[in-house]
């Protein structure tokens, strides 16, 4: 089987951790698309170096969650695009 593109072993390796353990995991990552497929909560920080929390997204989608389906997923878009819309709209205008 091919890896799929843009997402980490280490991803692949956590889904099936928790699946299996039923584990609470802090995982650092810059991947919007990465953070919502491995998350129940995706905690957003402010930039520079006095970083806070800027926003915390909760993701309620339903497990086991298959990286294939998330595209015709629409609450999967809606949160994909909430954690874009902090990156590039929110914490561009408070940086400039």
Not at 2 to 17: A, H, T, V
Not at 65 to 82: D, I, T, V, W
Request: net charge negative; proline share 6%; aromatic share 6%.
């Amino acid at each position: 089987m091919q890896p799929e593109p843009n997402f980490s072993w280490c991803g692949r390796e956590l889904i099936k951790i928790v699946a299996e353990t039923g584990s609470t995991v802090l995982m650092v990552t810059h991947d919007v698309d990465e953070a919502v497929l491995l998350s129940d909560r995706v905690v957003m920080m402010t930039n520079g170096p006095a970083a806070t929390i800027g926003e915390i997204l909760a993701v309620d989608l339903p497990r086991p969650r298959e990286r294939l389906k998330r595209a015709s997923n629409p609450l999967y878009m809606r949160y994909h695009g909430q954690g874009l819309e902090f990156l590039y709209q929110k914490q561009m205008k408070e940086a400039a």
